[in-house]
């Protein structure tokens, strides 16, 4: 009888051991999927990794789609959280609401879109009625836009259609209008920076975190093919590039606001995460980074 009772335990003991654990989740621990703007590839990678390098147990699938993608996948539940240059709509806070859904959205950063230029280009000072001529119309030559440029078509080039970039351009700049069918989609921000190294008369629009960190050889390797243009602030009519300081100082005129969106109730992962990235850690990467954090004072990092 006592054999059988060792062997009873034992057996117990043996399916307990196989059986899957218990998953637990908390601000630090657990396993969630992030999607993020491909504009900001770079800083969402940097605050995935210093977040699972302080919190081993927190596992975070970092994913990159397009901004409609991204946002779509966090309403359907295939993405726990989302960093986009953009909120939820009040229709869509509504309809949330009415679901027992209440939607937690947090400024985490500041973007820029950068204008770059081939390094042949020698018009690198542009208004914003110039850049809404190039980005509207099928016919605009280097000439008509500046007094020394060639008779030859601009050719602007993004990342891809529907991008947050294209989305920006069209909403902000040409206020809902069609952006011009002359566009070249490169399919990513590096391949934008390559196309334009490689043809004179392109002008290319991507975010700036693909070429302002002073820290990243990547960035600083990219700034060695292409020109940044100067855009003019129409309200003091001077000229400014991306810089960190003219972004946090709204002097840049290109600029947008990145969030972190969640649908998470419980104090989660996502949470955690959220929490991290618009924290002291989170917005220090952010400055690093050379994007305007949402709550940090910024230092001036030179684009040449």
């Not at 629009?205 to 960035?219: C, E, H, K, L, T």
Request: proline share 5%; hydrophobic share 45%; glycine share 6%.
């Amino acid at each position: 009888m006592k054999h059988d009772c060792w062997i009873f335990i034992l057996v117990f003991f043996l399916i307990a051991g196989c059986s899957k654990p218990i998953e637990r989740e908390t601000p630090t621990e657990g396993n969630i999927k992030v999607m993020a703007d491909p504009a900001i590839t770079r800083l969402s990678r940097e605050w995935v990794e210093t977040f699972q390098h302080l919190y081993q147990y927190g596992k975070i699938k970092l994913t990159w789609a397009r901004e409609t993608e991204a946002f779509n996948a966090l309403l359907e539940g295939k993405a726990q959280l989302v960093i986009l240059p953009r909120t939820f709509t009040p229709e869509q806070k509504r309809i949330l609401g009415n679901k027992r859904i209440f939607p937690r959205e947090v400024k985490v950063a500041v973007d820029a879109i950068a204008v770059i230029l081939n390094l042949n280009n020698p018009d690198s000072f542009l208004t914003l009625s110039e850049i809404t001529q190039i980005l509207s119309s099928n016919s605009t030559v280097w000439s008509d836009i500046g007094k020394q440029g060639k008779d030859i078509p601009v050719q602007p080039v993004i990342d891809q259609a529907g991008s947050s970039i294209a989305n920006f351009l069209q909403d902000s700049v040409l206020k809902g209008e069609p952006l011009s069918s002359s566009f070249v989609a490169a399919g990513s921000a590096d391949k934008v920076i390559e196309y334009v190294a490689n043809h004179p008369a392109a002008i290319g629009f991507i975010g700036v975190n693909w070429i302002a960190s002073a820290n990243d050889s990547m960035a600083l390797g990219f700034l060695q093919t292409i020109r940044t243009a100067y855009i003019q602030n129409p309200a003091d009519q001077k000229y400014y590039l991306p810089y960190q300081a003219w972004i946090g100082q709204l002097l840049y005129p290109l600029r947008r606001d990145i969030y972190a969106l969640t649908l998470e109730s419980k104090m989660g992962l996502s949470t955690g995460f959220l929490s991290f990235m618009a924290g002291d850690k989170g917005q220090r990467i952010v400055l690093k980074s050379g994007l305007m954090p949402a709550q940090k004072p910024v230092r001036m990092i030179e684009l040449q």
